[in-house]
DNA sequence: GTTCATTTGTGCGTATGTATA
DNA sequence: TTATACATACGCACAAATGAA
């Protein structure tokens, strides 16, 4: 078994940046420079550079470069406290949340069934996008009782925290419920939203917020860059 | 800007399969076949197939053919109590896990530092595999402290479930107390240990599982198949 | 056990489209 | 507008794995 072409280059840029012979934002040579140099077709130069891309090592710009990625992976903990600004600001990086549109819904089925809704009830939906030091982490959309909430995502947008927000509705309190976690591939618009390669896959987070005595208030719906996020557990009451 | 052919098929398959116009098991036409069909190239076809299997909804083995994956995706639940059979056999799923191998070696430091040992003290090492109806959607190492559980890998086949080799050591509950989640490209070990295709990417689970007075005794890293499962959290104690 | 047809995997050359500066 | 660099696409050849004759 002989080794394929396309790993080696793959390995070779791989090696380079972590010895950092390649350092954060590089511009690669580009593909026909590589094709020339290792001696093999643009094809499998393309391979080796989807292959990195996909693990979040480079990011490749149609039009400008390719570049080595300068973004960490960041870690976001979950658990029964989860708190955006909590989690994320200890890591030295610059978190940002902001606010792409809000409306009002006829609940989804899920969302109904979450928040123990009728079906068809009305729901408040906020679109939020999180970015890490400029760079898109996640978006995604949280639904909450529009009977209840009904300008949350307004209020949120101007009081600038969550757990802010809640307590101007009298909620002092709240807990994370329930989350899941899948993978799957990346939707075309995905990977633009978050300026990723199209082939880097997104982890589907869902996930529903109770206050403490049980009672779900709001649900939502992430989508992480699968190359850019480390989740991680405390299964103890914190 | 126009729709690319490749997205076409893409798209078109995966229709056929969710309508049940081509069900599990099915064979698909070869890459030849679909590219006349479709009047494109089998590069085409090609990145519409690599794109399908990498979501899990067809398995791709070279000298055979194509054909519509049967495996659905799993849920696994992640919590306080962790336990794989009562997790997994509820999903009408056959679930096996089998001993792959068992060694004693000198802790990692990750290892160590997970089991609050000194870094290079024994540990037993024992790597198993996890199929569903067969298939495997998992696999990957557990360490326990080689003092406490010399032989915790052959007792566990023995006895056929973690609950009850911990009870012969004489602990009577444990819990999990840490899990972190991260994705990334396979290793061509791993997509084959996997019997996946190479580019499915993989979610590495890492925990750490502990009495209920929070003394760790294991744990483990775990590699699981990102298009076979779906995580699931409930924060509250249970 | 070997050979052979079938099917997917790797690889190269080339042409043209599209985004960026 | 132009040049540059990545994106899509086709055709062809050969390698490697599978399964059946």
């Given at each position: ?19 950092g ?30 292959s ?20 960490p ?76 909430f ?24 709240y807990v ?13 618009e ?30 939502s ?18």
């Open positions: 078994m002989t080794r394929e072409n396309w790993t080696i280059i793959r390995d070779t840029l791989s090696d380079d940046i972590r010895s012979r390649l350092s954060a934002g590089d511009q690669l040579p580009t593909e026909t420079q590589l094709a020339d140099r290792f001696e093999i077709g643009r094809h499998s130069v393309r391979r080796a550079l989807e990195l891309a996909r693990d979040g090592k480079i990011s490749i710009e149609q039009g400008r470069g390719t570049f080595v990625a300068d973004a992976r960041l870690t976001y903990q979950i658990g029964k406290r989860t708190r955006l600004h909590r989690n994320l600001i200890p890591q030295g990086l610059d978190v940002t949340s902001r606010l792409v549109s809000a409306s009002r819904v006829s609940a989804p089925d899920e969302v109904a069934k979450a928040l123990l809704l009728n079906s068809g009830a009305q729901v408040t939906k906020s679109q939020r996008i999180t970015l890490a030091n400029d760079l898109p982490v996640a978006f995604g959309c949280v639904y909450h009782c529009a009977e209840r009904p300008d949350f995502a307004e209020r949120r947008d101007v009081l600038g925290s969550t757990t802010e927000t809640y307590r101007s509705f009298g909620i002092t309190d994370r419920q329930h989350t899941s976690i899948f993978s799957r591939a990346a939707k075309p995905e990977a633009k939203t978050l300026k990723q390669h199209p082939d880097v896959p997104v982890l589907v987070v869902t996930a529903i917020d109770a206050t403490p005595d049980g009672t779900p208030i709001s649900t719906r992430v989508i992480w860059s699968a190359a850019r996020v480390n989740f991680t557990m405390e299964h103890s009451d914190g």
